[in-house]
């Protein structure tokens, strides 16, 4: 029906895309795109679209391939991916020895006394499964300050030098909502978790706006050749959003940002309620929600749970913003219109936001869309209220696989049925979206809709899939990066999907993510990137 209405208008566009397989509504058909505008003006019957070759300014054409809505990533952080992609990479260090010699390469080609910035590595990986002192890296690394981010970002690892440059000492008291680890006799150990890595980001050099945009313009760069339209920034600070304003009036923005404000900054806070919610003319910024932290993540043992974890029965998670704050900022932000995305992964620190949540937006908080940014444990009580508070859990499924080694010895045998629940959530009425938390992960969909299809590694364990119940099927998932993401920026009515008058923000692949099964998935291609109806990637090779 779209099609045919559509012919009647008359034939004029910037762009015919022709030759592909259309993913629409009404399912996949053989169609021909016009695009004018930044828009879809109409989607034609290959035999109808005569007129409209004529008209078009360009002709592309797709050969075959299959055309889907625009991929949206629900859950990163924008400049920390663009600087990640600077930094000296640990995310597959199979061991400390082997961070500690990826940072002394980095540091061998740096002036005495700069600092040395990485991010990536993960104890869970190393054989030993514990968190690194920082001797060996201190003698590894004596001339230069460290400072060396987690994977899930949760916690930082820093040397003699970094620690004595932030005054970090044994007298140093844990920041309410962090954690100072420390040796038997009371000494940093490095690790600083949670708040506590405020005390070592402090006495790192702030990044400038230009180091902000050239790490914008990367991220948007690398994102882009992933398929990806939109990105959902989980906790945009001041100097950010001026970038990204500033690259948004100058037409240089290439992906779509959907701006959550750093909750923990009054002045920005204070500033942005002032005016109220702003979405650009075009689309390209929006800035209408809010990010809280309610407790850590996981794999640090920051995450908030209700009982001990199994692995360290002397440890509950932190609560990393208090309770008042949470609910002072959530009235704020509901009263200027702002949509609160909090961040909760313990089951403690999801039930505290749920409580929130219904205690402070009232009968009218529905209409916010309030957000739990990864929702990873969810006890068996809570999941009907999401659906009953109109709660939306953003989750993201390559931290399902990327966990499955060694979160069933943090949570023990009856909650780790509580880790990642998505079907139990679709099933009780929620509404999700999908996304990476990148660079936690690689924001490339190809690996979330895989982790959410089969909730099995990329190498395909465990054969059987890990609590293979609560995956999604394909449509689920592609939904959770296209339609189930635009309804959670309030964007369903002008792109998400391909209908008629939507934006022109596509995905072209040279494949069907839905129809060939999950072995077809990992296999894809991404050959093709359209935002407001402009080519943000083209692959040159198919691969």
């Not at 190393?126 to 003698?139: G, I, N, V």
Request: with cysteine; glycine share 10%.
């Amino acid at each position: 029906m779209t099609a045919l209405a559509a012919c009647s208008q008359a034939p004029r566009c910037d762009r015919l895309l022709v030759g592909a397989q259309v993913h629409t509504p009404a399912g996949v058909q053989r169609l021909e795109v016009a695009v004018e505008g930044g828009r879809i003006v109409a989607l034609v019957p290959p035999g109808d679209a005569g007129a409209w070759r004529r008209s078009a300014a360009e002709v592309a054409d797709l050969a075959g391939a299959h055309l889907y809505p625009g991929f949206t990533e629900s859950h990163g952080h924008l400049v920390g991916y663009g600087a990640s992609l600077e930094q000296v990479d640990l995310r597959d260090a199979a061991s400390f020895a082997e961070v500690v010699e990826r940072v002394r390469r980095a540091a061998a080609s740096l002036p005495s006394g700069t600092w040395v910035v990485g991010r990536g590595w993960d104890q869970n990986r190393w054989p030993e499964k514990t968190f690194p002192s920082h001797a060996a890296l201190s003698a590894a690394v004596p001339d230069h300050p460290v400072a060396l981010r987690r994977v899930d970002g949760h916690a930082l690892l820093t040397n003699a030098r970094g620690l004595a440059a932030a005054g970090i000492t044994a007298v140093t008291d844990d920041p309410p909502g962090g954690r100072i680890l420390r040796d038997a006799a009371g000494s940093p150990t490095g690790v600083l978790v949670d708040a506590a890595e405020d005390l070592l980001d402090r006495a790192v050099p702030a990044p400038t706006a230009a180091d902000i945009e050239r790490r914008v313009l990367l991220a948007c760069e690398h994102l882009a050749a992933f398929g990806i339209t939109e990105f959902h920034d989980a906790g945009t600070g001041r100097m950010e959003l001026a970038v990204l304003r500033k690259l948004e009036g100058e037409g240089r923005l290439p992906v779509r940002v959907y701006a959550m404000l750093d909750g923990s900054d009054d002045q920005l806070l204070d500033a942005e309620f002032a005016v109220g919610a702003r979405v650009g003319r075009d689309g390209m910024l929006a800035v209408r929600a809010v990010k809280l932290l309610a407790d850590g993540a996981l794999g640090s043992r920051g995450a908030w749970l209700s009982q001990p974890y199994s692995d360290e029965p002397t440890a509950r998670g932190l609560e990393v913003t208090p309770e008042a704050r949470l609910a002072d900022v959530m009235r704020r932000a509901a009263k200027a219109g702002f949509q609160p995305c909090v961040h909760a992964i313990g089951d403690a620190a999801v039930t505290r936001v749920l409580d929130l949540y219904e205690r402070e937006l009232g009968p009218n908080g529905r209409t916010l869309r309030p957000r739990i940014e990864h929702t990873q444990i969810v006890r068996p009580a809570d999941v009907p209220r999401f659906a009953a508070l109109g709660v939306i859990a953003s989750v993201q499924p390559t931290h399902c696989t990327s966990d499955m080694p060694w979160a069933p010895a943090r949570l023990g045998p009856e909650r780790i049925t509580w880790a990642y629940r998505w079907r139990s959530l679709l099933a009780a009425g929620a509404r999700l979206c999908l996304g990476s938390d990148v660079p936690v992960e690689s924001p490339d969909p190809r690996l979330g809709l895989w982790a959410a299809v089969t909730r099995r590694t990329p190498q395909g364990t465990p054969t059987e899939g890990w609590n293979l119940p609560e995956a999604l099927t394909p449509a689920e998932a592609v939904a959770g990066y296209t339609s189930w993401a635009v309804y959670a920026a309030f964007e369903e009515n002008w792109r998400g999907t391909v209908v008629a008058g939507n934006a022109a923000d596509l995905t072209v692949l040279d494949r069907d993510l839905e129809g060939g099964g999950a072995a077809e998935i990992l296999q894809v291609k991404i050959l093709r990137t359209v935002v407001a109806g402009r080519d943000v990637f083209v692959t040159r090779s198919g691969t």
